[in-house]
């Protein structure tokens, strides 16, 4: 080619090529399409397994004396022995033996307060009483003499040694003699009411404990003023509080309308809120002959058959009334689900565990019958969230959705 020719070469500025923008970005070209791909995937399997919207519950421990219960009722462990102590003399607290949670024995001191004037007292009648035991044989021994004087003057009387009248002076003054020494006798015995009351006034300054039991709460410290009637400003009146916890019963409040279903002596189980999994034979020990007309309830109390250290006065109880004693077998936690939770397919007895949005077949072996829940021995634990309904819907890996309650 020439120069010429290559002279003649244009640029057309005009027409430009267009070059297709796709070709440019073939990666945004290829997830566009995967999204749209992916969208009708989701779209023809939502359409092919739809999601199911089902009720649930949960399988749990149950009990089997759930099925021979009559009436449930609840109430709060109570002691039956309970005392606030405090002592018969206002003082100030000198000394305090016990704590919170501490046992302590019938008669035991467990505080007392200043008492020296008690004590002065105490030892003032103490004092007494020996003078008065000194004077009462000094009154014997003088009685003594006055009848072996009186013998002797007898004797000598009768064979005229003596006058008729030492004899009458010897004889009153054994007269005399005996009524000294019984008057010593009765010093004697005002000076040990003396001390007697002394001891009892001295004691009025200790407190013991009336019966054995557990200290509950301590109401007062040392230092602190203790009058019976706790009227002054500043004092208490108790000092501690105790109960005997062999003594403890359930008062549970029953309605007028079920209280039919109670009787003396009739067998209950007894939950503790504190000890949810421990559960405790009582039988029914009274019903309190009085109704209270603001709550249209009878007060039951119940009975610990077997008392537990755990136990504690105060603690909220609920008590099941039962139409038969429990067996051993009675007090054994059994895994159920409601009965609706159960059904048959190509003739196996099978349940619908519940696995984020999806639920899973399993077959179950079913046991007796708890009430409206049925046992369930394998195949299921405790815990499991089952499908309640529509089963009829359901099939294994089927997607379902919680309907809220």
């Given at each position: 080619m020439s120069?010429?020719?290559?002279?003649?070469?244009?640029?057309?500025?005009?027409?430009?090529?267009?070059?297709?923008?796709?070709?440019?970005?073939?990666?945004?070209?290829l997830f566009i399409l995967l999204v749209i791909i992916v969208s009708i995937f989701w779209a023809s399997r939502a359409a092919l397994f739809p999601t199911v919207e089902?009720?649930?519950?949960?399988?749990?421990?149950?009990?089997?004396?759930?099925?021979?219960?009559?009436?449930?009722a609840s109430g709060y462990v109570v002691a039956q022995r309970k005392a606030a102590l405090a002592a018969k003399a206002t003082g100030r607290l000198e000394w305090?033996?016990?704590?919170?949670?501490?046992?302590?024995?019938?008669?035991?001191?467990?505080?007392?307060?200043?008492?020296?004037?008690?004590?002065?007292?105490?030892?003032?009648?103490?004092?007494?009483?020996?003078?008065?035991?000194?004077?009462?044989?000094?009154?014997?021994?003088?009685?003594?003499?006055?009848?072996r004087s009186l013998k002797r003057l007898k004797e000598l009387l009768s064979q005229g040694v003596v006058s008729q009248s030492d004899y009458d002076l010897?004889?009153?003054?054994?007269?005399?003699?005996?009524?000294?020494?019984?008057?010593?006798?009765?010093?004697?015995?005002?000076?040990?009411?003396?001390?007697?009351?002394?001891?009892?006034a001295l004691d009025y300054t200790r407190i013991r404990a009336p019966f054995n039991g557990v200290v509950l709460t301590k109401n007062a410290d040392v230092g602190d003023i203790v009058t019976p009637l706790g009227a002054a400003a500043n004092a208490k009146a108790s000092v501690v509080t105790i109960a005997d916890l062999s003594s403890l019963k359930v008062e549970a409040d029953v309605s007028e309308s079920s209280l039919e279903k109670v009787r003396v002596s009739q067998p209950c189980e007894i939950t503790l809120d504190a000890l949810p999994q421990s559960r405790f034979r009582g039988v029914v020990h009274s019903i309190v002959p009085t109704a209270d007309r603001s709550k249209a309830t009878v007060m039951v109390?119940?009975?610990?058959?077997?008392?537990?250290?755990?136990?504690?006065?105060?603690?909220?109880a609920k008590v099941s009334f039962l139409e038969r004693p429990l067996k051993s077998e009675d007090q054994v936690p059994k895994t159920a689900v409601p009965k609706s939770a159960v059904v048959t397919r190509q003739g196996r007895s099978v349940v619908f565990i519940v696995a984020n949005d999806k639920v899973i077949q399993s077959d179950v072996v079913t046991g007796a019958s708890i009430g409206d829940m049925i046992e369930i021995i394998k195949g299921i634990k405790s815990g499991d969230k089952v499908a309640l309904k529509p089963l009829e819907k359901l099939k294994n890996a089927s997607r379902v959705k919680i309907k809220q309650k």
């Open positions: 120069n010429d020719d290559l002279s003649r070469l244009r640029i057309n500025k005009q027409n430009p090529v267009v070059t297709s923008k796709w070709r440019k970005r073939p990666f945004t070209a089902i009720e649930t519950a949960t399988a749990s421990q149950v009990y089997p004396s759930s099925a021979f219960t009559v009436l449930n305090l033996g016990v704590e919170e949670g501490r046992k302590v024995s019938k008669g035991e001191v467990i505080a007392r307060l200043e008492g020296m004037d008690a004590e002065a007292s105490r030892k003032q009648a103490a004092a007494a009483l020996d003078s008065a035991a000194s004077l009462r044989d000094q009154a014997r021994v003088e009685s003594a003499d006055a009848v010897a004889e009153a003054r054994k007269d005399r003699s005996a009524a000294a020494a019984s008057s010593a006798e009765a010093n004697l015995r005002v000076a040990a009411a003396a001390l007697s009351g002394a001891d009892v109390k119940i009975s610990f058959i077997d008392l537990d250290p755990k136990i504690l006065p105060e603690m909220s």
